[in-house]
């Protein structure tokens, strides 16, 4: 745990160059963490999600033409 300091400076609001550095340092540290999927990985995610577009937009797709009379006639008074 760091010592609880102030931030910001209390006359104009910005931080300081010093803890810019450091969140900028320790934002790297954690970005060479991350596991970054490979091709294939992420060539499986956009399948995945192109089929759940191509579903959803189907299903709404359905629900609009089967309410459309209902809103026509009933809702609009056409």
């Known amino acids: 745990?760091?010592?609880?300091?102030?931030?910001?400076?209390?006359q104009t609001g910005r931080r300081e160059p010093r803890?810019?550095?450091?969140?900028?340092?320790?934002a790297w540290a954690e970005l060479k963490k991350v596991e970054w999927p490979g091709r294939s990985q992420v060539m499986q995610g956009?399948?995945?999600?192109l089929i759940a577009?191509?579903?959803v937009g189907a299903?709404?797709?359905g629900a609009?033409?089967?309410f459309?009379?209902?809103?026509r006639n009933v809702l609009l008074g056409q």
């Open 68 to 71: 459309k009379p209902f809103v």
């Open 19 to 26: 803890e810019r550095g450091r969140f900028v340092k320790e």
């Open 1 to 10: 745990m760091r010592p609880a300091t102030q931030p910001q400076s209390a």
């Open 53 to 55: 577009c191509i579903i």
């Open 64 to 66: 609009d033409q089967l």
């Open 59 to 61: 299903f709404l797709y």
């Open 46 to 49: 956009t399948v995945v999600v």
